[in-house]
């Protein structure tokens, strides 16, 4: 392995138009889970691998990306890596479902009966800093829904719609119940995604904008309060 390729992998567990199937039909190597328990060296690998691909497919978007330039940065060889993936497909297929579970977790955990604002707060909170730790990630899920969500379609209009409908009759709850401002519960939670993941897909536009003050240690802490701040004092009660 090389020193690039060591320090490559050992970012990549930080990060934990061909015929694509859509996420719904992901189906993982039978090679890789055969057996009932993965072992800690197979973790660490499809850790290493799915990292690596983020990375890859993230900057050279699915056509441009190749089985292996994503062995290369997972510091493996390539018949290794086909161990735990049969194809570049499935690799993109199983790196995109893992991202959607991610991201989504902190709307899944909006708790009707907590304090509406500290909420908002909370999950504002965890969106910018997903942003600002795994940008790539968030680049990757842009770059699927720019290209039409070939994989991810079937996904988004049953189960992301209904979780939107379910989160938007909470904040709609409180709404009504005077905790916060009447406005669009659905455009509320759209202007959320869209400001904090801003800061990881415009990046290249933030630092022509700031100066590369992205780069610089405290900026992502400062754009989260402002983020808070204007969207908080947007929604408190009036």
Known sequence: MSCTSAHTRASLTALTKGTLQPVSKLSPSPKANSSPKASRIQLENR?????????????????????????????????????????????????????????????????????????????????????????????????????????????????????VEEKATILQGWIDAGRLAPVDPVHLIFVIWSTTQHYADFEAQIDAVTGAQSKKPGFHDQAAQAVLSIILNGVKPR
């Open 47 to 163: 850790a290493a691998i799915a990292g690596a691909a983020i990375l890859e497919f993230s900057t050279r978007g699915y056509h441009g990306a190749t089985i292996d330039a994503i062995a290369e940065k997972a510091g493996m060889s390539k018949p290794n890596l086909l161990y735990y993936f049969p194809s570049k497909e499935a690799i993109y297929r199983s790196v995109l479902e893992q991202i959607v579970e991610d991201w989504l977790r902190p709307l899944m955990t909006l708790d009707p009966d907590a304090d509406p604002v500290e909420e908002l707060r909370r999950y504002i909170s965890m969106k910018m800093r997903m942003s600002a730790d795994r940008p790539e990630a968030s680049r990757l899920f842009a770059s699927e829904i720019l290209a039409g969500a070939p994989i991810l379609n079937d996904f988004l209009e049953t189960r992301l719609k209904s979780l």
